[in-house]
């Protein structure tokens, strides 16, 4: 069996950053906290579809591409501390990972013929335009895994960092919304007009869509915390369901029960609000992980597609901090499993957290966070 | 310094193929029916990826500057009432995935990488040669566009090409070593003189090159045949 990283040395995570719809780190931990959703009921398409779905979005902006995007305003502002810093050098590289980039510009000029879209459209371009606006250098490596993305920057990351080749690694992620992909999502019918309720049992299965923008940077010795039994697997059964036996989630998750060595963990889940996936995983996450309390905030800040794994992290690293982990915002009883926790619960008592996301095409990720 | 052998080189180089052309050449080498829902690229790649003969082990990094362009053009056409096929299909990394499910041909390790076609190979060498597993494979393409070509935002050609990788043969197996791969850091920060397409033209005629390629990085190809 090949080497996998749950087998190598452990990174250090730095710092971490975020921007939902409820703003930076410290104000999106609070917003779940409080058990408020960003959520609210937006016109699918924008103009072109009335019919109402649940969108986090960071401004009133209806589902309408502009010139430049909205990303493209938010990010050099909301991130401004990551601007030049000699990051995007080779001892300094940034890793991008994004399930949209700018795609939702692709539609825009699709729709009104304004060549003003074209500078953003496609991936490469819209992190051009991005890699500008920081001030960063060409060492940019970029990820497109669908959800499990930003997992891929951080192991990539920690790959690098490993062999010695860079001093630190800077893991940047964004996914706005636009019209392309919550078309494409309705169009699934797993977004629909209902609000998305996590390891929820109930009739009719929902997601709710985000945006996100995060950031994390790696180092070999620098920082309080520690990224471990990084684990990844796709199971390539169909490409948008899982294995019925929920075998795939198991895989991945066994790389890091292997690791856990003792520790007491709480598990930040993927939960979307799908039932078939959310009885999978949550069964996958009771058996590895008996006894465990599993959070899932995508009911309250939406599914941020491709960087949730990222936004995800910043989040947990401000519950880990402030030791008050927020509850499955959104979510109920009767639960998919009894260890779904509704209520934010204290921090004291647990040693690690399981962080977990999950992607189109049966894709798995998985690590270990603890503090150091 | 990264070193891996070269132990199977497959390419293939259908240029201005229509997709109609390419699924009534590659469709024998898929299952029963799977190439008629196949993209183009995902026929070009899936049908060079088995030729490889992956394992469950083995790591995979694919690489694609424009990747479903025809399914994201065809899935824009299908607004306001989008088409839920043509969304899936043009989520990057469909191309590997379509030919990966049809055949239930599950992966440790699978890293898409996109980028432009001028910085994408930095990247994606980083990525297979910094990958601990014994065997990488090391995949990527383009197909050719319509309109979206026409704006300058995808391939003029369709193509691509598939590596497999390894770290050590063995002494008996020295035989089937083709060529070799190594990468160096370099500081050198602008862009290589190496473009996605001109290291597909290198492998597809097996020429050997050495020089920086971009983003910290010096390559060094050999072929041994």
Known sequence: ?372 | MFDRHITVSRTDDPGLELPAATRDRLKSRFPLGAARRMTQLGMIVGALIEELAPTGEDALIYASSYGETRAIEEYLASFPDASPTLFQTSIHPSAVQQGAISRKRSLREFFPLAGAPAELIAPALSVAMTNPAPRVLLVGGEERGTWLRELGLASERTYAFALALDRAPASENASTVLGSLTLSPSSAEEPGALSFSQWFDLLHQRKPWTGEIGSGWRLELRWST
């Open chain 1, 1 to 372: 069996m090949a080497e996998s990283l749950s087998t190598a040395p452990s990174i250090r995570l730095r710092e971490s950053g975020c921007l939902t719809a409820y703003g930076d780190a410290t104000a999106t931990w609070q917003g779940l906290l409080s058990g408020r959703s960003a959520l609210r009921l937006s016109a699918v398409q924008g103009p072109d579809k009335p019919d109402l779905v649940p969108l986090a979005l960071r401004s009133d902006d209806a589902l309408f591409e502009t010139i430049p995007p909205r990303w493209h305003r938010a990010l050099p502002v909301a991130f401004a501390s990551l601007r030049g810093q000699g990051w995007g050098t080779p001892r300094r590289p940034v890793v991008v990972t994004s399930s949209n980039f700018g795609v939702g510009s692709l539609h825009g000029y699709a729709r009104s013929k304004d060549p003003g879209h074209l500078p953003y459209g496609v991936p490469f371009d819209s992190v051009h335009a991005l890699r500008t606006a920081m001030e960063w250098g060409p060492s940019v490596t970029i990820f497109s895994h669908a959800c499990i993305t930003a997992h891929l920057g951080l192991l990539h990351g920690t790959r690098l960092l490993q062999a010695g080749v860079a001093d630190d690694v800077l893991v940047f992620s964004f996914d706005f919304l636009s019209p392309f992909v919550a078309g494409g999502f309705y169009a699934l019918k797993i977004l629909n007009a209902d609000f998305p309720t996590p390891y929820q049992e109930r009739e009719i299965g929902s997601i709710g869509l985000g945006d996100g923008a995060a950031y994390a940077v790696l180092s070999r010795t620098a920082g309080d915390y520690r990224i471990e039994a990084q684990s990844i697997y796709n199971e390539m059964f169909h490409a948008t369901s899982n294995q019925p036996d929920g075998s795939g989630f198991a895989t991945c998750l066994r790389e890091v029960a292997n690791q856990l060595r003792g520790r007491r963990v709480w598990l930040k889940g993927h939960g979307t609000g799908t039932l078939e996936a959310g009885r999978l995983e949550s069964a996958a996450f009771a058996e590895a992980f008996p006894s465990a309390p599993l959070v899932g905030w995508k009911g309250g800040i939406g599914h941020t597609l491709g960087s949730c794994g990222l936004v995800e992290l910043a989040i947990t690293l401000e519950a880990l901090k402030a030791r008050k982990i927020p509850g499955t915002v959104g979510s109920s009883r009767p639960t998919m499993q009894s260890t779904v926790a509704l209520e934010p619960f204290d921090a004291s008592g647990f040693d690690a957290v399981v962080c977990a996301s999950n992607a189109f095409g049966g894709a798995h990720a998985a690590f270990l966070l603890s503090h150091v």
